[in-house]
């Protein structure tokens, strides 16, 4: 059993930054994948981004990519999300989720193959 909870949510203007942390519970963290996604109010939670167990490899949704960073410290428990040069349209609840996966595209982007969720942070960028 692994639990979630995620942290480093806020309101803040376009252009800004800001780093989500999702802190893990239990002693099999490293052997996870972990990734992020998001729900935008009235639209159903897409992939965000992912990272292999190892930190290794790395995986982004086209609308981030270049802007936010996905890192992980396993020793620390904890999977973080950089997110540079936010825009409204990223507006949304952001969860972690971890799932004993194989780390491939078809896999680590679609949320029915992760097992554990968090509660979610709630990100709001202003124009």
């Known amino acids: 059993q692994v639990q979630l909870v995620e942290s480093g949510g806020g309101l803040l203007q376009a252009g800004g930054s800001l780093r989500l942390s999702c802190a893990a519970s239990g002693r099999t963290f490293s052997s996870y994948a972990m990734g992020w996604f998001r729900q935008a109010p009235g639209k159903e939670r897409e992939f965000v981004a992912a990272?292999?167990?190892?930190?290794?490899?790395?995986n982004y949704a086209d609308s981030v990519k270049g802007r936010f960073t996905i890192s992980r410290d396993n020793a620390k428990n904890t999977v973080y999300l950089q997110m540079n040069s936010l825009e409204p349209e990223d507006t949304a609840v952001y969860y972690c989720?971890?799932?004993?996966?194989?780390?491939?595209?078809?896999?680590?982007?679609?949320?029915?193959?992760?097992?554990?969720w968090g509660q979610g942070t709630q990100v709001t960028v202003s124009s």
């Open positions: 990272i292999s167990n190892s930190g290794g490899r790395t």
């Open positions: 989720a971890a799932g004993s996966i194989s780390f491939t595209s078809v896999v680590v982007t679609a949320e029915r193959w992760y097992a554990y």
